[in-house]
């Protein structure tokens, strides 16, 4: 009888358990793919200059618990003012996601003059003033470095449609504040 509890316990209890857990702590905004595709739809590809000596930040959160583990993601932050628009960015580069993701926030810094990036920018957020300050900067993904360096034999770099769509989940999933997420799609 109590191997059937034990049993029990691990077929119900732990999956019913991690769901809870899940649910209380690490939900989050819950984006739609319409939500996702209306974002990236809103948004334009431009090519960027980022500075050599851009601020980098790496932050480590929690996606969720799991009985298959790997439960925490990892995010790079590299910040920049741009003066085409007068406004301070964050390029967001998602780590775990794709086997080139170490390489792709590797390589960044490796040119004397910075490196020159095609990055997708939200119109919305471009032209929101509540954005682009240095305490709220406007985030943008990376698409393609276009001044790679190092002899590489294939691109590190490039971030394919299928993957943006994960970068820009992750971001309106755990980043972007719930007030603002509330505002541009509810």
Do not use: C
């Amino acid at each position: 009888m109590k191997k059937m509890g034990y049993i029990l316990g691990l077929l119900i209890g732990i999956p019913v358990f991690i769901f809870i857990i899940n649910f209380v702590f690490f939900r989050g905004n819950s984006p739609s793919d319409t939500d996702i595709q209306h974002y990236i739809s809103r948004s334009k590809t431009e090519i960027i200059n980022l500075p050599q000596n851009a601020k980098s930040e790496n932050i480590q959160y929690i996606a969720g618990l799991s009985r298959r583990g790997n439960p925490s993601g990892f995010l790079h932050k590299f910040y920049f003012y741009n003066n085409q628009y007068k406004k301070h960015f964050v390029l967001l580069i998602f780590d775990g996601f794709d086997k080139k993701s170490t390489e792709r926030w590797w390589v960044l810094g490796n040119n004397d003059s910075g490196d020159k990036i095609s990055v997708q920018i939200n119109q919305n957020q471009l032209n929101d003033s509540t954005y682009g300050s240095e305490q709220n900067p406007i985030p943008v993904f990376p698409k393609d470095i276009l001044n790679l360096k190092g002899g590489f034999t294939s691109d590190p770099f490039h971030v394919s449609d299928q993957l943006n769509f994960i970068f820009v989940e992750q971001y309106l999933k755990f980043f972007m504040p719930k007030e603002e997420f509330k505002k541009s799609f509810k």
